[in-house]
């Protein structure tokens, strides 16, 4: 329980003061936990220097995964130093930018000198990836085309690679795109790459090998791709219950929060805020607005199964932040063309984020849940939802989903139809 009012102290906190303090008071062990949290009036920015006058620009395609640059780290390992340091402690921070699947396409075009699809955003934008030396990865990439592998099936390297020669094949180009010579470039030389083309499909091979062809990529999947289930499951309840009910908005996240105890069997924060700005705005969301009362319905399935993995995205990179870097922390950011992706992202303010190797990432936004649907002058019930009897029908329901999700999903995906229909 100690673990809420940390999280709480950190939501809270207005100078690396009220960070120690809370951190300090703690009831509970904090031992082996991080903490980032994001001050608005702390003067130390930690994104990349070259970054940060892009995320600034406007409409830009580069996605923070905190709603400012000016953070404070810290753990008991860091703590220690200050306190027996009298001069500032300094402490590496690494970060990457992930690459959704439209950009990874770009990047494949790009290598292939073909720019027939990138208009003037996307071509500058690769051409910043190489200018600027920004680091990224493919990860999101990955996990969302693992969509297309069937995990019960066993591989060898060239069955998988005839199977998913696509993939392959932006993988190879993501790799000779990493190796740009980044000088050449900048000095008009044009494209020089560091390492061949064979070098590019040795690695590729190298990874596809490993994360697709062997056991250990299998429980990472798994559990990206279920989750991506819970998701869909959650957006086919949030449209029913949109097209369903005549209620008010607050009313519709009455039964939205019900849905989500009762059928998903986990609390999303950030997807209940998201869903009850859709509740509000009468639908006027770009990422559903291929959704429509009466509108087609072919389709519309696997179109719910991209959404789920865009809300699949902020979680990504959650999950890696806590991984080891060559800093002692990491900050992701992403890499998105589609402008609703890039409005769903941007519409959830990260304040903190705390996270061990065994707990977390917990996120807390800068306006907590309580101050959000207080200020929205919704009745929400959160005692009720968080108490220990919530909790554990939570639970219960979480268990049979991993056991059952497809046929609970489709059970709900065809009450979503009748509401749709009606």
């Given at each position: 329980?100690?673990?809420?009012t940390?999280?709480y102290?950190?939501s809270?906190?207005?100078?690396?003061?009220?960070?120690l303090?809370?951190?300090k008071n703690?009831e509970?062990?904090?031992?082996g936990?991080?903490?980032?949290?994001?001050?608005?009036?702390?003067s130390?920015g930690?994104?990349?220097?070259?970054l940060?006058k892009?995320?600034?620009s406007?409409?830009?395609?580069?996605?923070?995964?905190?709603h400012?640059?000016?953070?404070?780290?810290?753990?008991?390992?860091l703590?220690n130093?200050?306190?027996?340091?009298?001069?500032?402690?300094e402490f590496?921070v690494?970060?990457?930018i992930?690459?959704?699947?439209n950009?990874a396409?770009?990047?494949?075009?790009?290598?292939?000198?073909d720019y027939?699809?990138?208009?003037?955003?996307k071509?500058?934008?690769?051409?910043?990836?190489?200018?600027?030396?920004?680091?990224?990865?493919?990860?999101?990439?990955?996990?969302?085309n693992?969509?297309?592998v069937?995990?019960?099936k066993?591989?060898?390297?060239?069955?998988?690679?005839?199977?998913?020669?696509?993939?392959?094949?932006n993988?190879?180009?993501?790799e000779?795109f990493?190796?740009?010579?980044?000088?050449?470039f900048?000095?008009?030389?044009g494209?020089?790459?560091t390492i061949s083309?064979?070098?590019a499909?040795e690695?590729a091979?190298?990874?596809?090998?490993?994360?697709?062809c062997?056991?250990g990529g299998k429980?990472?999947?798994?559990?990206?791709?279920?989750?991506?289930k819970?998701m869909?499951?959650?957006?086919?309840?949030?449209?029913?219950?949109n097209?369903?009910s005549?209620?008010?908005?607050?009313?519709k996240?009455v039964?939205?929060?019900?849905?989500?105890?009762e059928?998903v069997?986990?609390y999303?924060?950030?997807?209940?805020?998201?869903?009850y700005?859709?509740?509000k705005?009468?639908?006027?969301?770009?990422?559903f607005?291929?959704i429509?009362?009466?509108g087609k319905?072919d389709?519309?399935?696997e179109l719910?199964?991209n959404?789920?993995?865009?809300f699949?995205?902020?979680?990504?990179?959650?999950?890696?932040l806590?991984?080891?870097t060559?800093g002692?922390?990491?900050?992701?950011?992403?890499l998105?063309?589609d402008?609703?992706l890039?409005?769903v992202?941007?519409?959830?303010?990260?304040?903190?984020?705390?996270?061990s190797?065994?707990?977390g990432?917990?996120t807390?936004?800068?306006i907590?849940?309580?101050?959000?649907?207080?200020s929205?002058?919704?009745?929400?019930?959160?005692n009720?939802?968080?108490?220990?009897?919530?909790?554990?029908?939570?639970?219960?329901?979480?268990?049979?989903?991993?056991e059952?999700?497809?046929?609970?999903?489709?059970?709900?995906?065809?009450?979503?139809?009748?509401?749709i229909s009606?």
């Amino acid at each position: 329980m100690g673990i809420d009012t940390v999280l709480y102290g950190l939501s809270k906190s207005e100078s690396p003061r009220d960070i120690l303090t809370t951190w300090k008071n703690s009831e509970f062990d904090m031992s082996g936990f991080k903490a980032i949290v994001a001050l608005d009036n702390y003067s130390k920015g930690a994104y990349p220097s070259n970054l940060i006058k892009y995320l600034k620009s406007g409409d830009t395609d580069f996605i923070p995964y905190f709603h400012s640059e000016n953070l404070y780290f810290t753990d008991d390992q860091l703590l220690n130093e200050m306190f027996s340091s009298e001069e500032n402690v300094e402490f590496p921070v690494d970060y990457s930018i992930m690459v959704d699947t439209n950009y990874a396409s770009y990047i494949h075009q790009f290598i292939k000198s073909d720019y027939s699809d990138l208009d003037n955003t996307k071509f500058n934008t690769i051409a910043l990836l190489i200018r600027e030396e920004f680091r990224y990865d493919y990860w999101f990439y990955i996990l969302e085309n693992s969509k297309l592998v069937d995990f019960d099936k066993a591989f060898d390297l060239n069955e998988f690679k005839k199977g998913h020669s696509d993939m392959h094949a932006n993988l190879v180009s993501l790799e000779l795109f990493k190796s740009i010579d980044s000088d050449a470039f900048k000095n008009n030389e044009g494209i020089k790459y560091t390492i061949s083309k064979s070098e590019a499909i040795e690695r590729a091979d190298y990874l596809i090998e490993n994360l697709f062809c062997g056991e250990g990529g299998k429980e990472f999947f798994h559990q990206f791709s279920f989750l991506q289930k819970q998701m869909k499951l959650f957006l086919i309840g949030m449209l029913e219950i949109n097209f369903k009910s005549g209620k008010s908005a607050k009313n519709k996240l009455v039964e939205l929060f019900d849905y989500m105890n009762e059928v998903v069997g986990a609390y999303l924060d950030r997807e209940i805020r998201i869903s009850y700005e859709y509740f509000k705005k009468n639908s006027n969301l770009k990422i559903f607005n291929k959704i429509q009362r009466n509108g087609k319905i072919d389709g519309l399935s696997e179109l719910l199964s991209n959404i789920a993995w865009d809300f699949v995205a902020p979680r990504a990179m959650e999950f890696f932040l806590r991984l080891d870097t060559e800093g002692r922390f990491f900050l992701p950011f992403f890499l998105s063309h589609d402008r609703g992706l890039k409005e769903v992202l941007n519409m959830y303010d990260a304040k903190a984020v705390l996270y061990s190797e065994n707990i977390g990432p917990l996120t807390v936004s800068k306006i907590g849940s309580v101050e959000y649907f207080e200020s929205e002058k919704c009745k929400i019930d959160l005692n009720y939802y968080f108490s220990p009897e919530s909790l554990r029908k939570r639970a219960d329901v979480l268990d049979k989903n991993r056991e059952n999700i497809d046929s609970i999903t489709q059970r709900k995906y065809e009450d979503l139809l009748s509401a749709i229909s009606r």
